[in-house]
Nanobody, 119 residues
Framework: QVHLEESGGGSVQSGGSLRLACVGS????????MGWFRRAPGKELEGVAA???????TYTDPGKGRFTISRDNAKNTVFLEMNSLRPEDTAMYYC?????????????WGQGTQVTVSS
């Protein structure tokens, strides 16, 4: 059974940093594309960053230049380092296992971790 557990969320002031972590189990972690998504209050789910099995990374505009996704396959963990946080980054952040082909349709989801950025 696939299980994803996020941690590392919290409340920070604008300009601060947080490091999110997501531990996966029940699937071949090193073979899977992993991603981070977020949902802000009243808004739709949006992708933030993803890393494939080779360690290649992609980012969407909100996180470019400020967020870094990385993975430790030995620990079945994917990280999201977030710097220069802004109030508009306030959201529930979700980890997703996106299958071998980085397909959202194949995603398994964690429960999420809340990030709150105050001005």
């Amino acid at each position: 059974q696939v299980h994803l557990e996020e941690s590392g969320g919290g409340s920070v002031q604008s300009g601060g940093s947080l490091r999110l972590a997501c531990v996966g189990s029940g699937f071949p972690f090193r073979d899977y594309c992993m991603g981070w998504f977020r949902r802000a209050p009243g808004k739709e789910l949006e992708g933030v960053a993803a890393t494939d099995s080779s360690g290649d990374t992609t980012y969407t505009d909100p996180g470019k230049g400020r967020f870094t996704i990385s993975r430790d396959n030995a620990k079945n963990t994917v990280f999201l380092e977030m710097n220069s946080l802004r109030p508009e980054d306030t959201a529930m952040y979700y980890c997703a296992a996106l299958g071998v082909g980085c397909r959202l349709e194949e995603a398994y989801w964690g429960q999420g971790t809340q990030v709150t950025v105050s001005s």
